[in-house]
Nanobody, 124 residues
Framework: QVQLVESGGGSVQAGGSLRLSCAAS????????MAWFRQAPGKEREGVAV???????TYANSVKGRFTISRDYAKNTLYLEMNSLKPEDTAMYYC??????????????????WGQGTQVTVSS
């Protein structure tokens, strides 16, 4: 059974940093395409970053140069390093997995498995 558990969210001031983690079980993070999404109150879920099984990456324009997606094979964990945080980054952040391992898409419909989310709040 595939399970994804996020952690690392919290409250920071603008300009600060956070690292989100997504611990995976039931499969290996290297075998699926994996992504981070976020959803702010009253807004649609937005794709933030994706990494496929070959290690290719895609980022939303809004986070390019500030966020970095990565994975640790030994820990079977996906990460999102977030720097230079802005108030508009405030949202619930979710990790997701797509068994189509080579896909590099930020559309949420592509993803089969989802975590429960971790809240990120950035104050000005």
């Amino acid at each position: 059974q595939v399970q994804l558990v996020e952690s690392g969210g919290g409250s920071v001031q603008a300009g600060g940093s956070l690292r989100l983690s997504c611990a995976a079980s039931g499969y290996t993070v290297s075998s699926y395409s994996m992504a981070w999404f976020r959803q702010a109150p009253g807004k649609e879920r937005e794709g933030v970053a994706v990494i496929n099984s070959l290690g290719s990456l895609t980022y939303a324009n809004s986070v390019k140069g500030r966020f970095t997606i990565s994975r640790d094979y030994a820990k079977n964990t996906l990460y999102l390093e977030m720097n230079s945080l802005k108030p508009e980054d405030t949202a619930m952040y979710y990790c997701a997995a797509n068994p189509a391992s080579l896909r590099l898409v930020l559309g949420s419909r592509e993803y089969t498995y989802w975590g429960q989310g971790t809240q990120v709040t950035v104050s000005s």
